[in-house]
């Protein structure tokens, strides 16, 4: 099979730096691509969502928050039925040939790692998980408003830190089991990403 070549042939062409800097995004769109189911799990505020708007926005892929699925529509903190979640996610790696999925929840990541993603376990540590959740702006999709959003911020660090001891589904231990026995491709994250982390997840997916 001949390797996917690129050709640039818009018009008028661009010439120099700018010239570069297009090959360059075109080249690594296709190399995204060639590894673009991706299930990334971590603790909250590890930066999980920000990693997923990034690869989602560079090729328009759809992208599942298990948030969305984990919890009852309209309710909030009423655990949805585990076989209920489990089939949404499912149904949803199968909606389309490339997809991202994020979430602190074990057993849903797991239920999409038979379609082979690209697993990243993202742990950069309590501190910079901390900080994130206190620069965190207002989710819609979880909270009616940011006010009631911002009450329940000392309840979500504390829960951040507990990561660290606690045991079940949403531990590090769980989450560092689930990734030690993935066969297929992965990542574990130690810092936040940068400014070149597509570039880095490029050399990943070849």
């Known amino acids: 099979m001949r390797p996917n070549k690129l050709r640039v042939t818009n018009k008028p062409r661009l010439k120099g730096r700018g010239a570069v800097r297009a090959v360059r995004r075109a080249q690594l769109k296709l190399d995204l ?3 673009m189911r991706v299930a990334i799990i971590g603790n909250s505020g590890s930066g999980k969502s920000t990693i997923a708007r990034s690869l989602a926005a560079l090729n328009d892929l759809p992208t599942l928050d298990l948030d969305t699925v984990a919890w009852e529509p309209g309710k909030i903190a009423v655990a949805r039925d ?3 979640a489990t089939s949404a996610v499912t149904s949803f790696c199968e909606a389309a040939p490339h997809w991202v999925v994020e ?3 074990g057993n849903l990541v797991a239920a999409t790692l038979q379609y082979s993603p690209m697993l ?3 742990e950069p540590g ?3 998980c901390l900080d994130h959740c206190r620069a965190r702006p207002w989710e819609p999709h979880k909270y009616p408003s940011k006010e009631e ?3 329940k911020l000392e309840f979500l660090l504390a829960w951040v830190r507990e990561y660290y001891t606690r ?3 949403l531990s590090l231990s769980a989450h560092q089991a689930l990734f030690d026995n993935y066969g297929g491709p992965k990542r574990k994250l130690l810092s936040p990403p940068g400014s070149d982390f597509l570039a880095e ?3 990943w997916a070849r």
């Open 167 to 169: 045991q079940g589904d």
């Open 33 to 35: 691509m060639k590894n």
């Open 103 to 105: 979430g602190c929840y």
């Open 201 to 203: 997840f490029a050399t």
């Open 82 to 84: 585990t076989a209920a």
């Open 126 to 128: 309590v501190d910079v």
């Open 120 to 122: 990243l376990f993202v």
């Open 149 to 151: 959003q911002d009450g």
